[in-house]
């Protein structure tokens, strides 16, 4: 089994030119320094995956009440996002197995970030809808390259372990996104307290 990026057969061998196995190599070795790193990044593209799956939720409201459209509106919104995440699971995920994991995790964190830094210019529902499901093909690139990556970087005594802590970077990617939108909500409620306040005054 391959680990990370493709990787010549002269890599892969000893000074005496007998291969070697790299997954037993792993799993007979202590997790190292490099494997920390590796695991931390993966937890850490879930963490941005699952805020920006779950933003969308909590800021719902605030848009509603800015663009002033129905709730219904939004349904499109949601199930777009969803659908790229579909889409980008399937297609990024046989590519990854083509090139590396690694290369394929890299170039899509880069591009659903853009995404993200892209999405608040959205000005009707229209493009907020494109916005999202081209965010979602990104989005949908992470959890299974990082989760795959975060299992063969893994000893096999520790790998469910490990593996199932990084995982847990998806849920806690809610926390940030739940203080965002309460932040949000303060920030209208005391926007709004001080055009009513300015309107008495005058």
């Known amino acids: 089994m391959a680990i990370g990026t493709n990787s010549t057969n002269s890599k892969n061998r000893t000074n005496s030119g007998s291969p070697i196995d790299i997954p037993a190599l792993i799993d007979r070795s202590r997790i190292g320094g490099f494997q920390i790193v590796m695991l ?34 939004l349904g499109p919104v949601f199930g777009a996002g969803l659908f790229g995440m579909l889409l980008g699971s399937l297609c990024f995920s046989i590519l990854a197995d083509r090139i590396g994991r690694r290369p394929v995790l890299i170039a899509a964190t880069l591009f659903f970030a853009a995404c993200m830094l892209l999405t608040p210019l959205a000005a009707t529902v229209q493009q907020l ?20 990556l975060a299992g063969e970087y893994s000893p096999v005594r520790k ?21 965002s939108a309460v932040m949000l909500m303060l920030m209208q409620e005391t926007s709004q307290r001080s055009k009513a306040q300015a309107v008495i005054a005058h």
């Open 129 to 148: 809808i494109v916005l999202r499901f081209v965010t979602g093909l990104g989005l949908g690139a992470i959890m299974p390259n990082a989760m795959a």
């Open 40 to 73: 931390t990044l993966c937890a850490i593209c879930l963490i941005i995956d699952g805020f920006d799956v779950q933003a969308m939720g909590y800021v719902a409201p605030a848009i509603i009440q800015e663009w002033g459209i129905a709730k219904a509106n």
């Open 159 to 179: 790998r469910v372990t490990l593996m199932m802590l990084v995982s847990c970077g998806f849920t806690l990617g809610a926390v940030p996104a739940l203080v």
